[in-house]
């Protein structure tokens, strides 16, 4: 009863506060007096036009964006396009690829030109001498891959086509095609071809993809047979690469024990597998690619299953014992002076990501990477 009462009487000694009566400083609790830090004024001071990276459309490492497809209007010129190419529609395993431009361009919000300096080399190359744009995504069609495979090509050709911006490089823009699953390369050649003449190609990837048609489409019909295991067997038919292109990180399994080895050299192609990368090391790795190469113009085609699936999971056909993503951006970087005319990354499907989007991650990376190669030796036409 004495304790009751005790805070009864301590309660009302205590000032009586409602909402009604309660105040809090206008902006921040802070001295407005003299020639102390003042409050931002409402209605203006604030600056909601840039330092944020996630704001507007989502372009690659925030660069600026154009339609580059419309061949009537002119667009603002460039040396290096960005090309997504929203296509999955020739997979043999998941699909999911059709989102892949837009899930690179998502991991990698966190790049842009005002922060771009590498630690490793000192240099930018979101503000070296080349114009970068984003052209956004082709209009694929998805219910016709021949039709989808051709619009692609157009654009392909419509973006090469324009007078690049520093012409004191070079004439031709060069383009890197964010997949989309790989048989969007079988394109991006086809348009390589019509600029450059032959070219090499270096190809990233946990599968050889020159398989027969008639070993994988099962002879079915022309339109099974081009795939994203099929595309390099059909370009080296259609001419368009030399005989001195090379895989690596190579691991899965063949279909032909004998047959799909022997075809492979055919298409022109040496192999280096994932398990070559613990004989030689990465700058062992470097070497061999790049005597096989030679002075060879090259288009570099980065399957994103090249690396191990705990660092990209997301993607169609995961094949285990991959190499890591650094020992892949190491070997990327020893590339440099090689003349790229071309790259992508491919067979990138979010919806397989983990909530860390490791994948999208590791794929912008190695985008930036490819660009890093175009900017530093310049190809001209």
């Known amino acids: 009863?004495?304790?009751?009462?005790?805070?009864?009487?301590?309660?009302?000694?205590?000032?009586?506060?409602?909402?009604?009566?309660?105040?809090?400083?206008?902006?921040?609790?802070?001295?407005?007096?003299?020639?102390?830090?003042?409050?931002?004024?409402?209605?203006?001071?604030?600056?909601?036009?840039?330092?944020?990276?996630?704001?507007?459309?989502?372009?690659?490492?925030?660069?600026?964006?154009?339609?580059?497809?419309?061949?009537?209007?002119?667009?603002?010129?460039?040396?290096?396009?960005?090309?997504?190419?929203?296509?999955?529609?020739?997979?043999?395993?998941?699909?999911?690829?059709r989102f892949g431009p837009n899930g690179i361009r998502r991991g990698s919000q966190r790049m842009s030109p005002e922060a771009g300096w590498s630690v490793y080399t000192g240099e930018n190359s979101l503000k070296g001498w080349a114009k970068i744009l984003d052209c956004g995504d082709a209009p694929l069609t998805f219910l016709d891959n021949t039709v989808a495979l051709k619009q692609l090509e157009k654009a392909h050709r419509v973006i090469s086509g324009r007078k690049a911006n520093t012409t004191a490089k070079s004439l031709v823009p060069r383009i890197i095609t964010l997949g989309g699953d790989h048989t969007t390369t079988l394109?991006?050649?086809?348009?390589?071809?019509?600029?450059?003449?032959?070219?090499s190609v270096i190809h990233f990837?946990?599968?050889?993809?020159?398989?027969?048609?008639?070993?994988?489409?099962?002879?079915?019909?022309?339109?099974?047979g081009v795939n994203h295991g099929t595309f390099l067997h059909l370009a080296h038919e259609e001419g368009l690469i030399s005989n001195n292109s090379i895989h690596a990180g190579i691991r899965a399994p063949v279909m032909r024990p004998r047959g799909d080895i022997k075809n492979d050299l055919r298409c022109g192609f040496h192999i280096l597998t994932a398990r070559d990368l613990d004989r030689y090391g990465v700058d062992g790795i470097v070497s061999k690619v790049k005597s096989h190469i030679g002075t060879s113009k090259v288009y570099v085609s980065v399957d994103i299953d090249v690396l191990d699936p705990a660092y990209a999971p997301a993607t169609g056909t995961a094949e285990p014992g991959g190499w890591t993503s650094r020992e892949l951006l190491s070997i990327l970087d020893g590339l440099e002076g090689l003349q790229v005319i071309g790259a992508d990354v491919v067979e990138v499907a979010p919806i397989y990501d983990n909530p860390g989007e490791t994948t999208v991650l590791a794929a912008a990376e190695v985008a930036l990477s490819l660009l890093t190669l175009m900017v530093q030796k310049s190809v001209p036409n």
Request: proline share 6%.
């Open 1 to 97: 009863m004495f304790f009751n009462f005790y805070i009864i009487e301590t309660l009302s000694l205590l000032p009586v506060i409602t909402a009604r009566n309660v105040q809090f400083p206008p902006v921040a609790a802070i001295d407005l007096t003299g020639n102390l830090q003042k409050p931002i004024d409402i209605d203006h001071g604030i600056d909601i036009t840039t330092g944020s990276a996630f704001h507007g459309l989502a372009t690659f490492a925030n660069l600026p964006y154009a339609n580059c497809f419309d061949e009537s209007r002119d667009v603002e010129k460039y040396d290096i396009a960005i090309l997504g190419a929203p296509f999955d529609t020739a997979v043999t395993a998941r699909p999911g690829a």
């Open 205 to 224: 990837d946990s599968h050889i993809d020159t398989w027969d048609p008639d070993v994988l489409g099962g002879g079915i019909s022309h339109y099974a």
């Open 187 to 199: 394109a991006a050649l086809r348009s390589a071809y019509t600029q450059w003449g032959q070219i």
